[in-house]
């Protein structure tokens, strides 16, 4: 059994699907009229929403209970027309021909098709749905993009909203009683709250925090400070990217809960999206390299009251600087993402081949089981050693995997363009 919790509580029948009834209820009957030999109207469905709200999981859940195998295919991997057609096309046929194997077709992320240059992908998949003689489901996190109209006319949309805090607490109620896990309801209803309908991550967190103990009490709930700091981070770029003044800008890092040398490489890497004019640019940078001056000293000869001025020059500097805006809405880069461009390709390697296996696990493409499931399963492993060979077990990690997701091996990371690590909290 794994030792995946998400993937261990993953819902086995259509019925412990929480939530999104509507949907639920529509996808059934979408697939009831395959089974009934009528092919519906709309050959593919589609089923968008947020992660971790149950897309995936319904279609799993059905297949289980209706004897179907699911072929799951990766919207990302694909390249072009041909590779898209040897993957779903010849399923697709394939299951006429043999007439004892029922087969679903499953499809995630392709949005993600709908950002790749090629519109082969597209094209493609247009033609496979109009082609297809078995159930095809689509899963989008976004369907809206343009480029996806074609596919939206042919598809059943089915949105899957976040679920309930209710919904989320329920679950990880009956989560802690089968495990035997004493927990208070007050650390559950945190958890449901943090998850923001994300099942998934309140699961993932649940699991991180027990760290293989029976008993919890509610001091973990410090151990999960990530995602919020994510959050409050983005806030603060926001504030300091669009602030008026160096008051305002300076104002950005108030309260923030997140080390000085992690704003200042956020902001370094963002400068050059969010400041489209190149003089503008240049004194954004200047700036930035004015404030590492004084951190780089800080750091050094830990002259504290230095912060006094770095941190205006840092926020303030950025904020002067950006007298133009971008023309549309630029997305601040993901910290993940940051962090990922800053690897070594030695350790990007080590990264994708351990993404490669989780997400051949959990149903999850390998860049979703980089974002939201690798950071988790290193946690585990770093604070259990037991858990941590079950699942080196379970997930076939090679010896050095294993170091590595256990923080026993470092990989040298170079900082290419940003200062070595200063560890302290904000003071603005
Ligand atoms: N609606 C739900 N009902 C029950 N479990 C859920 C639900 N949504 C998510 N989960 C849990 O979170 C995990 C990930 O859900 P999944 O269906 O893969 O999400 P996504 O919407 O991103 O496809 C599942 O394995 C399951 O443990
Ligand atoms: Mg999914």
Redesign the pocket.
């Known amino acids: 059994m794994p030792e995946i919790w ?2 261990k ?3 086995k029948r259509v019925a ?5 009834k509507q949907s639920v209820q529509a996808f059934l009957e979408w697939i009831r009229k395959w089974e009934l030999g009528k092919p519906p109207e709309k050959k593919a469905a589609l089923l968008y ?1 947020p ?8 279609v799993l859940a059905y297949a289980n209970e209706h004897g179907y195998d699911v072929v799951e295919v990766n919207a990302s991997d694909w390249r072009n027309e041909a590779r898209m057609k040897s993957i779903v096309g010849e399923s697709s046929l394939q299951a006429t021909l043999d007439g004892s194997t029922k087969k679903i077709i499953l499809i995630d992320e392709v949005d993600g098709v709908a950002g790749r240059e090629d519109a082969g992908g597209i094209a493609a998949l247009k033609k496979i749905i109009d082609e297809t003689r078995i159930p095809l489901v689509l ?1 989008a996190n976004n369907p809206w993009d343009p480029k996806l109209a074609p596919i939206r006319d042919r598809c059943l949309m089915l949105e ?1 909203r976040r ?1 309930r805090k209710s919904e989320v607490l329920a ?1 990880l109620k009956y989560i802690a009683k089968a495990e035997g896990i004493q927990v208070s309801d007050a650390v559950l209803e945190k958890l449901a709250e943090r998850s923001e309908g994300d ?2 991550s309140a ?1 993932n967190d649940f699991q991180a925090i027990t760290g293989g103990r029976k008993v919890v009490d509610e001091s973990v709930i410090a151990a999960l400070g990530t995602r919020n700091r994510v959050k409050q981070i983005f806030e603060a770029l926001r504030m300091i990217f669009n602030a008026k003044s160096i008051r305002a800008a300076r104002a950005a890092l108030e309260g923030l809960e997140v080390d000085l040398d992690s704003v200042y490489t956020w902001l370094v890497d963002n400068a050059p999206l969010q400041i489209p004019d190149p003089n503008d640019l240049a004194d954004a940078l200047e700036a930035l390299a004015r404030a590492d001056v004084y951190l780089s000293r800080v750091n050094k000869k830990q002259e504290w009251k230095l912060i006094r001025y770095a941190v205006p020059i840092m926020t303030g500097g950025v904020a002067v600087s950006r007298r133009h805006k971008p023309s549309g809405f630029v997305k601040f880069a993901f910290p993940s993402k940051i962090r990922f461009m800053q690897k070594t390709s030695k350790e990007r390697e080590m990264r994708k081949s351990i993404a490669s296996k989780i997400a051949a696990k959990l ?1 999850l493409s390998t860049s979703k089981a980089m974002t939201q499931m690798l950071p988790y399963i290193s946690f585990i492993m770093t604070h259990n050693e037991e858990s941590g060979r079950a699942l080196a077990k379970y997930f076939e990690f090679t010896p050095s995997e294993v170091a590595y997701l256990s923080g026993k091996e470092k990989i040298e990371v170079k900082a290419a363009k940003t200062p070595s690590r200063r560890r302290r909290k904000t003071r603005a």
Do not use: C, D, M, Q
């Not at 412990?16 to 999104?20: H, P, S, T, Y």
């Not at 992660?51 to 319904?58: I, P």
């Open positions: 998400v993937e509580y993953r819902p412990e699907v929480l939530g999104n929403g992660a971790g709200v149950g897309k995936t999981s319904l899963v899957f679920l679950r099942l998934r699961i149903h």
